[in-house]
C-alpha cells in the first residue's frame, strides 16, 4: 500500500468516524452496541444529524485543507480567516471555546492566548479533530516539521500547551502510519520530542496499559481522547472494529472516533473503511455557498495534500504570533 493510499484512509477515516460517532454523542458507554447488537454498524443519524453527516470536526479539517493547498502551505492568518467565516455562518456543532477564540474579535495571533489567559482552561480536544488533513500535509517533511505544524496549527484555537504537544503527538503517530510503520511502536520516540512540562502526563495516557475507565477528565478533553483512539487500534485488529470500540466509549464519541479513524486509517487503508460507511458520507461546509463534500472529494483533497500539490511547508522565524511566528505563510 503507499502512502497515498494511507494518506486517504486517514483523511476519509477520520470524516467516517466523525460521522458514525455523531448521533451518540454524549450518549453513556456501550450505546452503539445496544444500537447494533450484530457488531454491523451504520451511519444511522440522530441527535440532529442526518445519515452520513460530518460535523464540525471534519469541517474544519477540510477548511484546514484546502487552505494548506491553496496557500500553498501554512498560512496561519488565512487558516483562522476560514474558521472564523465558518464559525460565523452557524455551523450545527462548534466547540464552545472554538466558537468564543474565532468569533470574539481578536486577532489572530492573540485571540486563544487571552482566551486561556482568562478562562484558565483550554485542552479540549478541538485541535485533535481536524487534523487528519495537516498531518497528511506535513508528513513528508519529517518528525520535526510536523510536530511543529502541529502546535502551530492547535495554537490558534487553544492556548493551552497540553493541546499543542497532543496534537504533535498525533501528528507524528500519523506520519509514521503513512511511511506503513507501526504508530503504536513509535508513542516512545515520540513522546521524547513532547515538552518536558507535559511529557509525564502524556506518557500516562499513550501507556500501553492505560484503559479509558482510568481517565481523570471526560473525553472531550485532549489527554483522554487521544488515549482512547490509541486504545482502540491497540486492542482491535480492523478498522471497523477499531472505530466500534471508540464509538462505544459514549461520551464525546464523534471527535474520539474521528481520531481513531485518522490512525486507523492510515494503518490499514482506505479499502479497510466499509462501503456502507463512504457512501452516504457528506460533509456540509457552512459559510460556502452551500458546498457540500463527499467520499470522493475528500479522496482528492487526501491525494492532493499527500503528494504535495500546493508545495509550502512551515518556515521558522518571524516576530510575533502564534509559537513566534510571524503573519502570511510560514
Known amino acids: 500500500m503507499s502512502d497515498t493510499d494511507r494518506a486517504v484512509g486517514a483523511v476519509l477515516g477520520s470524516a ?8 451518540f454523542e ?10 447494533f447488537p450484530d457488531g454491523v454498524g451504520e451511519l444511522c443519524g440522530g441527535g440532529g444529524w442526518d445519515p452520513g453527516e460530518a460535523t464540525d470536526d471534519t469541517q474544519m ?8 493547498l491553496e496557500r500553498g502551505g501554512l498560512d496561519l492568518p488565512d487558516v483562522f480567516a476560514r474558521f472564523r467565516l465558518w464559525a460565523a455562518a452557524y455551523p450545527k456543532d462548534i466547540g464552545l471555546q472554538t466558537e468564543q477564540v474565532l468569533l470574539g474579535g481578536d486577532a489572530w495571533d492573540i485571540a486563544a492566548a487571552l482566551h486561556f489567559q482568562v478562562n484558565g482552561r483550554a485542552a479540549g480536544n478541538g ?53 506503513g510503520d507501526d504508530p503504536l511502536a513509535a508513542v516512545n520516540a515520540t513522546l ?54 471508540a464509538v462505544d466509549l459514549g461520551g464525546d464519541t464523534d471527535t474520539v472516533a474521528a481520531v481513531t479513524g485518522t490512525l486507523a486509517g492510515a494503518v490499514y487503508g482506505p479499502d479497510a473503511i466499509p462501503a456502507r460507511w ?11 455557498a452551500g458546498r457540500v463534500l463527499h467520499a470522493e472529494d475528500l479522496r482528492t483533497l487526501a491525494r492532493s495534500l499527500a503528494e504535495g500539490t500546493g508545495g509550502g511547508g512551515v518556515l521558522g522565524g518571524g516576530g510575533g504570533g502564534v509559537l513566534g511566528g510571524g503573519g502570511g505563510r510560514t
Open 16 to 23: 467516517v468516524g466523525d460521522a458514525l460517532g455523531a448521533p
Open 26 to 35: 454524549f450518549g453513556p458507554p456501550g450505546v452503539f452496541r445496544e444500537r
Open 61 to 68: 479539517a477540510v477548511l484546514l485543507g484546502e487552505s494548506l
Open 127 to 179: 485541535s485533535l479533530m481536524r487534523a487528519s488533513t495537516s498531518a497528511v500535509h506535513f508528513a513528508a517533511r519529517g518528525r520535526t516539521e510536523t510536530m511543529d505544524a502541529a502546535r502551530r496549527i492547535a495554537a490558534l484555537t487553544h492556548g493551552d500547551r497540553a493541546a499543542w504537544e497532543g496534537t504533535a503527538v498525533l501528528h507524528e503517530l500519523v506520519r509514521v502510519a503513512l511511511l
Open 192 to 245: 521524547a520530542e513532547v515538552d518536558p512540562a507535559h511529557r509525564e502526563r502524556w506518557a500516562r495516557v499513550l501507556a500501553p496499559h492505560w484503559h479509558p475507565d482510568d481517565a481523570t477528565e471526560f473525553n472531550g478533553a485532549v489527554w483522554p481522547c487521544l488515549g482512547s483512539a490509541l486504545w482502540a487500534l491497540r486492542t482491535t485488529d480492523s478498522f471497523e472494529a477499531a472505530l466500534t470500540a
Open 278 to 288: 463512504t457512501t452516504p458520507l457528506h460533509v456540509p461546509l457552512p459559510g460556502s
